[in-house]
């Protein structure tokens, strides 16, 4: 089975700073990883996502992703953080083969706190 | 214009009770997903249909039902409730089930066993 790891539970930056969330992957054959936000008493929103092709990937409200695939790992970033960025973020994999029923297998979560 | 909806948002019932909650997608989309999202903020796949046709289930108790009368709604109905169904049950859909689709998620339904 698929799997992502988000060794950090909490990551604490300043406003302005850039900001990194990882995420690691243990998959057999081609990865596709996503993330996904959750703000306070809400549904979680897809930011973006990595199929094939670059390795970095751009997504809603600033946020990237650098897929690297020596180092299986998929981290999510910003280049200057906002106090709204404040959420839980999750990192998932797309878990079954080609032509089969496939679903999301969700990391922890990382909540990303923002301050001023 | 919500595009992923839930109902109620809020269910606070006794152990033993029977519940439901639906679930409706103005998408399109063929496929809809029930998550359950613990406590410790873990999120885990439930049930998963597309055009209203079971395609997974991932070893939940039979005392939850899902059912899809048509490919815009997904309902949860579960019976005999206990403590540890307490939860936040999310619905999501996605436009495929094959490919690498992004999910959307509804509000989240919470739910309290008492």
């Known amino acids: 089975a698929q799997s992502v790891a988000q060794p950090e539970d909490q990551v604490n930056v300043a406003e302005g700073n850039p900001l990194t969330v990882k995420c690691t992957y243990s998959v057999s054959g081609n990865p596709y990883l996503f993330w996904y936000v959750q703000y306070p008493n809400r549904g979680l929103q897809f930011l973006l996502k990595y199929i094939t092709g670059d390795n970095l990937v751009k997504g809603s409200y600033g946020f990237e992703a650098e897929f690297n695939k020596s180092q299986t790992s998929f981290h999510l970033k910003k280049p200057s953080a906002l106090v709204s960025d404040s959420a839980l973020y999750f990192c998932?994999?797309?878990?079954?083969?080609?032509?089969?029923?496939?679903?999301?297998?969700f990391g922890t979560g990382t909540r990303l706190q923002v301050t001023l | 214009d919500t595009a992923v909806s839930q109902t109620p948002k809020y269910l606070v019932t006794q152990m033993g009770n029977d519940k439901s909650i639906k679930c409706e997608q103005n998408l399109g989309h063929d496929t809809m997903y029930w998550y359950k999202q613990d406590s410790k903020k873990f999120l885990k796949i439930m049930f998963s249909y597309n055009n209203k046709e079971l395609i997974i289930n991932e070893t939940v108790p039979n005392r939850f039902s899902p059912k899809s009368p048509d490919k815009a709604h997904l309902n949860l109905h579960i019976n005999s409730l206990e403590l540890g169904d307490s939860a936040v049950y999310f619905c999501a859909s996605s436009q495929g089930v094959q490919d690498p689709y992004e999910q959307y998620f509804g509000p989240g339904t919470r739910l309290t066993v008492t």
């Open positions: 998932a994999v797309r878990d079954g083969g080609t032509g089969t029923a496939s679903k999301l297998t």
